[in-house]
């Protein structure tokens, strides 16, 4: 017995075309589910180290002018740079501008715990991004969360990071009229005021704290003690 077989038709052939067409924008709208997922993601790290690093140059900053400070006036910057109260709001107000809180600062140092010329801030911005519910109840497009459930239970990629900021200040000398200290000569250039020193200390970020928490000694504490957490 001969069996024709049958040549698909036209609507066949069409009704293919739409099903592979289909599979395809499926395919593509997951694909570009992943990559806005995604892209969303490395924005908020993005956006949370930016706060993070102005934050922690912020508070540096207090300690690079009472630096600048000592060398205007002819005084090598050897202990208590760092004031915490002033940094800590510092640090929060830059922090703030960035769309971000400060979470965490404290100051260190190498020079037993007196210099406080490295300052450590951790920052937590309001963006989070929800994990997708089997259940579909939650739209893909609905990636983020305000501050007060960032931390909440199926939240992930909240933007929070870390930053480190050091003083460096120039080596330095004594520049004597007979016997008399007149000023100071840093990096080849004499101090000529509390602007040109500022112009002589660096500020920049590190990668490393300090080996020492910054704990000024002394009967007069200018500065408010640091927390006494450990360097990470």
Same mark, same amino acid.
């Given at each position: 017995?001969?069996?024709? $077989? ?9 009704? #293919?075309?739409?099903?592979? *067409? ?5 395919? @593509? ?10 892209? $969303? #993601? ?29 060398? #205007? ?13 002033? =940094? ?10 960035? /769309? ?11 020079? +037993? ?15 989070? +991004?929800?994990? *997708? +519910? ?19 239970? /199926?939240?992930?990629?909240? /933007? ?32 000529? $005021?509390?602007?040109?020193? +500022?112009? @002589? ?8 704290? =300090? ?6 000694? =002394?009967?007069? *504490? ?11």
């Amino acid at each position: 017995m001969f069996i024709r $077989s049958r040549r698909p038709s036209n609507r066949d052939l069409g009704q #293919a075309n739409l099903f592979m *067409l289909v599979g395809l924008t499926v395919a @593509l709208l997951a694909i570009m589910l992943l990559f806005v997922r995604l892209g $969303s #993601a490395n924005n908020f790290r993005s956006d949370a180290q930016t706060a993070a690093d102005a934050a922690a140059l912020a508070a540096a900053g207090v300690a690079r002018d009472n630096a600048a400070r000592s060398l #205007a006036n002819a005084e090598p910057p050897y202990s208590r740079l760092y004031d915490a109260a002033k =940094g800590r709001a510092a640090a929060e107000r830059y922090a703030e501008t960035n /769309g971000a809180i400060l979470k965490n600062i404290r100051a260190s140092d190498d020079s +037993q715990g007196n210099l406080g010329n490295i300052v450590r801030v951790e920052i937590q911005t309001s963006n989070c +991004q929800r994990e *997708l +519910q089997e259940d579909r109840s939650r739209h893909w497009s609905n990636i983020t969360c305000g501050q007060e459930n960032a931390e909440e239970e /199926g939240s992930t990629h909240t /933007g929070n990071a870390a930053a480190i900021a050091e003083v460096v200040v120039p080596d330095c000398r004594y520049v004597l009229d007979g016997i008399d200290v007149v000023a100071l000569s840093c990096a080849g250039e004499r101090v000529e $005021s509390f602007a040109h020193a +500022q112009q @002589l200390i660096d500020v920049r970020l590190t990668d490393s704290e =300090g080996q020492y928490i910054y704990k000024p000694t =002394g009967d007069d *504490l200018a500065f408010a003690p640091p927390q006494r957490e450990t360097p990470s």
